[in-house]
């Protein structure tokens, strides 16, 4: 603040404010804490950028190992089914079953072993016929294995009842029945064994008047559950 030059003597001096910039002078201490507090984020950026970018990487990594590895149950298909008997004119005591079905191991690298596997027959939720295929097998990825056989015998449990509404199905076009599989299997991923997994397949099949498999239910996919 300094007064203004007044041209007339008598007057009293106006003073005028004006801004000076104060300087302040900073010690070394104080520039060299700055400097570290700087580096210090600098530091801590790079390494959380790091630590994110690595975490990124691995979660993609575990992400396509996840959707290469995970296990997919496998696929049932039946291919055939035929009761020959209903159109010959024969009884139940002479009747025989045929059956094909396919299972279908749609995983890239894991196997499947099948330890167990019962094959049956039904006919209005009543079993008609069962098997137990004795034999266990292990199942390459990407393979397919053929399960085909014949209820003959003791093994065919048609009660006369039951044979007489299967002629009065046929006398109507189609005979409905239902071929079931339960199996008990592992996956196996490399040297790794899974526990035992219990799997379901129900397959609805109609049968024509000369008890062959109807053309509509060929190659079907059977629904599979696991319990």
Same mark, same amino acid.
């Given at each position: 603040m300094y007064p203004v030059k007044m041209d007339n003597a008598h007057e009293l001096p106006v003073y005028v404010?004006?801004? +000076?910039?104060?300087? $302040? +002078? +900073? !010690?070394? $201490? /104080?520039y060299a804490h700055h400097i570290k507090e700087s580096l210090t984020t600098r530091v801590s950026k790079v390494v959380c950028t790091i630590f994110l970018t690595l975490l990124s990487i691995l979660g993609i990594i575990a992400f396509i190992l996840w959707l290469g590895l995970r296990p997919h149950r496998p696929r049932i298909f039946l291919h055939d089914f035929s009761i020959p008997a209903i159109s010959q004119g024969i009884g139940p005591e002479s009747a025989q079953i045929n =059956? &094909?079905?396919?299972a279908r191991n749609s995983n890239q690298v894991i196997g499947i072993f099948y330890d167990a596997i019962q094959m049956a027959a039904t006919y #209005?939720?009543? !079993?008609?016929? &069962? !098997? #137990?295929?004795?034999?266990? =097998? /292990?199942?390459?990825? @990407? &393979?397919t294995t053929v399960l085909a056989g014949t209820f003959s015998g003791p093994m065919v449990t048609v009660t006369g009842t039951q044979w007489q509404q299967m002629l009065d199905d046929r006398s109507r076009g189609t005979v409905v029945f239902r071929v079931e599989l339960t199996a $008990?299997?592992? =996956? @196996?991923?490399?040297s790794w064994k899974s526990k035992h997994h219990r799997m379901h397949a129900n397959c609805p099949v109609g049968v024509g008047q000369d008890g062959m498999i109807l053309v509509g239910y060929i190659d079907k996919r059977?629904?599979? /559950?696991f319990n």
């Open positions: 404010d004006q801004d +000076h910039p104060v300087r $302040r +002078h +900073h !010690s070394a $201490r /104080y =059956f &094909n079905v396919t #209005q939720e009543q !079993s008609i016929g &069962n !098997s #137990q295929l004795l034999t266990p =097998f /292990y199942q390459l990825p @990407k &393979n $008990r299997i592992r =996956f @196996k991923i490399w059977c629904p599979e /559950y």
